[in-house]
């Protein structure tokens, strides 16, 4: 076999072998083994390690993901086969080298904690599978056979024949489906929405009372971050104004409640729904403030202006200055719950009701602003001041309208999201929340419901889930953004428009003859 | 029916336009043709409000209309087609039309409108669900002078609705401008296509860094030296 092929896969294999090393020497491999044997039903202790099977299998796996990737699409299969090998070589002996390392640092008992804060012997140990000396053999082996097992199954998945299949059965399920729609009763074409939003509705009263606390803590988190997208979705997706500083609006809202409804520092006691009330008023007073000022402001001036101002809010609240009026660093504690016809309806399970409830009423509102005139008069601003202008849009008037509607939201979440911890603090609004629910909009997708769901749950509700990864967050949080923008730029659930077809096709087809069938022949 | 008297508007650090005055009577196209940087456009997004004025007046039907907020200005009846065939790209054919009647609340009087529109320019109907950057240059330019229509402008300020379209659309285009004034709507045309312009017009101004050079009857103007020198080229 000539140079050519073999030098790629050479390189793949080393560069896949450094990979595995870093995940080595910050403790992801044992991360990932454990999410693995969660998946798989076992129940690992906080601070304890997984089975040693489950690191075979991520060794496994990984070793089969460099074979599939490394065997180019249009070479023959024993060609295929082979940079297989290659690579799963290259791997096996760079991590065989480096576990003779690990191996003498197990032997000689040092402990590497003081450097690599992550790495404990007894991860070494799980990583080497316990065997000691025979262990860089055992990785060799079976980096090249997963390795050939990647390539044995992309060469399987991919040839003519399985390609055949696969469109048999999907043709099969569109089969299946026509037929199954053609056979529904009426009834249930007529109600089956409504049945269906029946028992999502039925799932939602009773699950809170059955799952838990916990799961309760997750799912009110997710849907405050919900609300929270909404709201930075009509800033930034709907009206088109970068905003950095959102949770400056979510501030207000906590801090709104958290004054009036708490013994100290003033002890108003005013009750948690006026206070709430008042925080969503006050969110929005401070979106006029910022608002008048810099609506001239577009793109990435806009963006640091509302960065700093996000800033401001959170060192005023933090300041010594304040100190008597807001707590100062310390926060303010002991927020008093929400009460329902003189009765306490603060326990986490209503908690959950609240904030499902305000997150349908806000999913709600914001399809029926974005269908509405505003909504259109929104999409003409963020395409082209000019020409909105030129249509009779008045532009102050709009952004200044989706700022105040976005901190209304912000305002509204951040006022439930302070009763329910009992507790706000400067720290709760830090830059980090801004940015979360920016990502949350970029990893969903912009303007997209659905979207705004799926991201919210994947950057605050699947952290939550797999508390392993709460060290790895940044790292997977970046890594996530980078994947997901090269794959997927447009979100996980990318928005879509009824009422428009994408015609390419028939376009290119009229474009040799401009002008045919147009203007008023 | 529109007066604009010694209009002085700077665009930075540049006098655009130097002590402009001219005037339209109801049914009229006026053309105003020029050089680049002559102050064309800036003349007419003076007029429908997207720049201020520092001196001088524009009056619309007896009304002083001078830095009136640009939506007060088409609620009066004055839309302008920007240059460059700006449509909304990331909306469909239908959803650019009912921007353009975003003044009109009456939804029965929109939908009329779209029929009309549809009629005028059938490529549009047939387009109705593309999105409008994908619609080709030509269909563009209709989509743009259709958005401007939608509003029911008594006048239409059109700037260089020419630019960058093949001959033959460019005849199509100037077909069009004349049979929205037959069906009675005022319009300004702005244009470095000189003799299209002036062939249709009926009366033309020539503007030379942001003053009033020459004006008269648009065949007049079509014969003086001046102007077949400068802008239609010596043939």
Redesign the interface.
Known sequence: MNKKLVSPSLKRGLTFGIVMIIFVLIDLDVMVATMLSKLFGANVIRGSLPDVGFMVLFLILFGMFVGWSTSSDDAKPTTKLFQALVAGLTLGVVLGLFDLILNQLIVTGTDVRKYLAALAPESIRLFLFDQGAISPLLHLGLFTVASLLGSLMKILLKSESASRFFKGVKSGYQGLQAKAQANTPNWVKKYGKFLLFLLIGLLAFFLPRIWGSYNNYVVGLVGLYVILGIGLNIIVGLSGQLMLGFAAFFAMGAYSVALLNAPLPHGIMLGFWPSLLIGILMAVVAAVLLGLPVMGMRGDYLAIVTLGFGEIIRILLKSDLLTSFTGGPRGIQDIRGPTLFGQSFSSDIDYTYIILVVMVLSIFIYKRLERS?TG??W??VK??T?????????IMTNKLLALCLGAAFAGLAGGIFAARNQFTGPNDHQLMVSMNILSILIVGGVNSIPGIILGAFTLKGLPEILREIENYRLLVFGGLLVVMMISRPEGLWPAT?P??????GN?LK??GA???????? | MLKVTDLNVHYGAIHALQGVSFNLQEGEIVTLIGANGAGKSTLLNTISGLLPAVKGKVEYLDEDITNLEPQKIVRKGIVQVPEGRKIFAAMSVMENLEMGAFTVTDKKLIADKVEEMFAKFPILGKRSKQLGGTLSGGEQQMLAIARGLMASPKLLLLDEPSMGLSPVLVEQIFDTIQSINNSGTSVILVEQNAQMALVIAHRAYVLETGKIVLEGDAQEVLQNPMVIEAYLGVS
């Open positions: 005139r259109r008069a999409l003409a395409e082209d000019k020409v909105a202008q030129a249509t009779g849009v008045n428009r009422n428009i077809e994408k015609d390419e376009k009229e474009d401009p002008g045919k069938g147009g203007l008023n022949d």
